[in-house]
């Protein structure tokens, strides 16, 4: 350990805080021990005052260590002193006090005093350590350094800033910097004092730079710029060329438009060479304004001036061109940049210049520029099949009817390569001629593409099976036949093959399309090699069939899809349900649905066929026997524990399934039965799973079932006594139609008291509106028929149990009904 120096131990006492700046943590040392043994000499002088014998006392030497100077946080130090040392201490106060008594002591350390202090190894490491802290200073111009006044908090905001600012300095360009950058500079604007003044011309180049890493047009990065430019001059500071432009800019983003191009006519004028900045900058602004002209203009002096631009720089003027419907110069800026860049067109050039063209619905121009891309890729060997089919469906949305959708397509032929005329190929041509409407067309690419040896999928076939059946001649019909029972008959073909691999000696009898023993005629007739159907073919088929009420072919599509191993979907199911429904087989259209749904699983529309089963089963004059057909309840219940087991896809999809129509059949199997806490319930869960609110088929509904309520149900012994029930039955329904209209002007009246009026509000909240009046409806015949508020809510929160939706909040729609 080195010989004890009251300076040495002073030294250790005063370190500031390793968050400050080199030079601040440098520069006050010398000067800090002078005033640290100034202050013990005063205090000591004090309690020589009050204590005389103060110099007989022996000195207690304690060590601090402080934050930085002006703050409150100290700390004691682990360092302590001998009593050899304190001694030596002490004996220098009294030298210090002697000389203060002759007015001797100066503030300001001599080179004697250091000579004294220091040896000179510490004094070589002290000025080693300042010359370091200002070569580091130099090295961070960026850094804001702030006055020794600066408060505490504010000092944390400056101090995260300058940690940025270092890390902004290496790495500018990447995305949370430049977020994180902008954040705490917002930051210290606000809460740090005079803020602006404080940065140097380095720390407003990096925090330029951070912000300008954006992308061009970006409405962030235009706003921040221009902010960063506004500060800037706020404080004597100013722009560079880039930051008048990025001005120009942000005033052109937020709307100033005039005055923006106004300014940049004025710039460019000003300067005889123009600087590259300010050219693209005004290629910018005028394709963006709309102004072919002065946007060509400037791209003519940025290549005059400046031969080695990027050519790029051209499709932002041929992107003006286009939305101008300026086909010339459009097609003339293409080529030249064809010209200037050559192989090296990317795909993302050929990209945004077909939707230029397309935008102005040039399929000329647009398919010119496909065939490009095309060579292009044969060029480059590229085996990529994503970009050509991607914008030939480009190219197909522009054609307009028959004529040019054959013309697109054929011109296409002439330059794609073959592996590119593939059933993807052929599939965006089906589908546009398909949408078109003409079939006859559709038909004769898919002999095209026998001719040209690619072979058709089942899709492709199904699609024109659909549209020749939705045609409705007979000729379109006799066609779509032939080729789904020739699809159907080689599946049949290939399920009875693979039976007889996996079992060579096993006897397979498999049935074909045509053997049946109904004198069905079933067409099949065509010649050429068909996919095997699928799935989508015999719903197809069956769909067609019960149109037609043809019962036994849909029972031998049932049959024939048992033979073809194909497992059923849903929307065959529904088909084969639908069959039953119109035979009248309303018991057979739910145990059928119990047996094929332990393998299906079915959809919304399966749900609603069997609501609109509900209606005829809950017929008491045609059936008075219940039994076979689930309860309104029941029925009700298991539709929620489906629906509660579905994914969030198919949710989307159910909710988007039930409509009105299905809505009102729910409702009107709860009505049939007179089940008013079912209804309340079901309407409640409805509307809370599905959005959908009820109508004015709705409110007759509801009125007709409240109106019944004190009718005995019908039955072949009342049709006797139908003239006393009617009148009964008219008087009902006007009262309660009257009681109706009492509770709307009363939900009118409290509306109005709060400021709203009906008649103002738009649809969706009328419908809202009406929602809340039928079931305060609802609830106050269910409330008058209970008695107490015991019984309605206990029977109300009985239903929702059994209904399966208890788990929402009846109680809430029960309270505001009762207001």
């Known amino acids: 350990m080195p010989p004890f120096r009251p300076g040495w131990i002073l030294l250790q006492v005063t370190r500031p805080a390793r968050s400050l700046p080199l030079r601040r943590q440098a520069a006050p040392k010398l000067s800090s021990r002078c005033r640290n043994v100034s202050t013990t000499t005063r ?65 300001e350390m001599t080179d004697d005093m250091v000579e004294e202090l220091f040896t000179e190894d510490e004094r070589s490491a002290i000025m080693g350590n300042l010359e370091q802290a200002f070569k580091e200073s130099e090295m961070l111009p960026h850094q804001i350094h702030p006055p020794d006044t600066i408060p505490r908090q504010s000092q944390i905001y400056l101090d995260k800033l300058n940690s940025i600012l270092d890390q902004a300095s290496l790495e500018s360009s990447r995305e949370q910097v430049r977020k994180d950058a902008w954040k705490w500079y917002e930051r210290c604007k606000t809460n740090v004092p005079n803020f602006l003044k404080m940065v140097p011309k380095a720390g407003w180049d990096v925090i330029w730079k951070t912000q300008s890493a954006g992308t061009l047009g970006d409405v962030d990065r235009s706003s921040h710029l221009r902010r ?135 399929k000329d121009a ?70 078109e409407g003409d079939v006859d067309a559709a038909s004769m690419v898919i002999d095209l593409m026998y001719e040209r040896g690619v072979k058709p999928d089942a899709k492709h076939l199904n699609g024109l099976i659909g549209a020749w059946l939705r045609d409705g001649s007979p000729r379109s019909r006799k066609d779509a036949e032939e080729r789904g029972w020739t699809m159907i008959q080689k599946r049949i073909d290939f399920t009875k093959a693979r039976r007889l691999d996996k079992s060579p000696n096993m006897t397979v009898m498999k049935r074909s399309v045509e053997d049946h023993d109904t004198g069905m005629h079933i067409p099949v007739a065509f010649s050429r090699p068909v996919p095997a159907a699928t799935i989508e073919t015999f719903c197809l ?109 198919e949710l989307a999809q159910a909710r988007e399934d039930l409509d009105i129509e299905g809505y009102n059949d729910i409702l009107r199997g709860l009505c049939l039965a007179r089940d008013l806490e079912g209804v309340f319930v079901g309407m409640h869960a409805l509307h809370r799973l599905f959005g959908v609110l009820p109508d004015e088929r709705t409110a007759h509904m509801l009125i007709l079932m409240i109106a019944r309520l004190d009718i005995q149900p019908a039955t072949k012994q009342w049709l006797a006594h139908r003239v006393t029930k009617s009148s009964r039955n008219t008087r009902n329904i006007a009262q ?84």
């Open 43 to 107: 205090c000591a002088a004090k309690r020589e005052v009050r204590n005389q014998d103060i110099i007989d006392e022996k000195i207690r030497v304690n060590v601090f260590d402080e934050d930085g100077k002006g703050t409150a946080r100290r700390r004691t130090s682990d360092l302590d002193a001998s009593p050899e040392e304190a001694e030596e201490l002490n004996g220098r106060i009294q030298e210090l006090e002697h000389d203060i008594q002759d007015e001797n002591f100066s503030m």
């Open 541 to 649: 088929l069956v769909q067609h069939y019960l149109r037609r009420n043809e019962f036994g072919h849909v029972r031998h599509l049932r049959d024939l899809l048992v033979d073809a191993e194909i497992p059923m979907n849903s929307f065959f199911m529904n088909h084969l349900l639908h069959a039953e429904l119109r035979n009248r087989g309303y018991r057979a259209v739910y145990s059928r649905f119990e047996v094929m749904t332990r393998d299906i699983k079915p959809d919304f529309e399966t749900w609603i066929i069997l609501w609109q089963c509900m209606k005829h089963h809950l017929d008491t004059v045609r059936n008075q026997d219940a039994a076979g057909f689930p309860t309104p309840r029941d029925l009700f219940a298991r539709m929620m524990r489906w629906f509660f087991s579905l994914r969030d896809r």
């Open 228 to 362: 960063i430019a506004q500060d800037k001059t706020s404080v004597g500071w100013e722009l560079s060329p880039a930051e008048q432009l990025a001005q120009l800019e942000g005033l052109y983003l937020d709307g100033q438009r005039h005055q923006a191009l106004s300014q940049w006519t004025q710039l460019r004028e000003s300067q005889t060479e123009p600087e590259k900045a300010l050219l693209e900058s005004g290629i910018h602004l005028f394709a963006l304004e709309g102004q072919p002209q002065r946007a060509h203009d400037a791209l003519d002096d940025l290549f005059r001036y400046f031969p080695k631009s990027d050519p790029r720089t051209i499709l932002s003027v041929i992107s003006c061109c286009c939305n101008a419907k300026d086909l010339p110069r459009a097609w003339d800026l293409y080529q030249r940049l064809k010209g200037v860049l050559g192989s090296e067109m990317k795909m993302e050039d050929f990209d945004e210049l077909c939707k230029s063209f397309m935008v102005m619905e040039e």
């Open 366 to 435: 647009a398919l010119a520029v496909f065939r490009d891309m095309v060579l292009s890729l044969e060029k480059r060997q590229d085996q990529s099949m994503f970009q050509p089919m991607k914008h030939f469906n480009e190219l197909m949305s522009l054609a307009r009817g028959t004529h040019e959708t054959n013309s697109v397509s054929l011109q296409s032929m002439t330059f794609l390569p073959r592996r590119f005329q593939n059933k993807i190929f052929y599939a965006s041509w089906l589908k546009k001629l398909i949408g």
């Open 736 to 819: 309660t139609t009257e009681v109706l209209d009492i509770i709307r002007k009363h939900r009118a009246s409290q509306m109005a008291e709060l400021g709203v009026e009906i008649s103002a509000l738009g649809p969706e909240a009328r419908a809202e509106e009406n929602h809340k009046t039928l079931l305060s409806l609802v609830f106050a015949v269910i409330s008058r028929r209970s008695g107490s508020m015991e019984e309605y809510h206990a029977a109300i929160n009985a239903a929702a149990a059994e209904m399966e939706v208890d788990r929402f909040d009846i109680q809430e729609t029960m309270a505001l009904t009762a207001s």
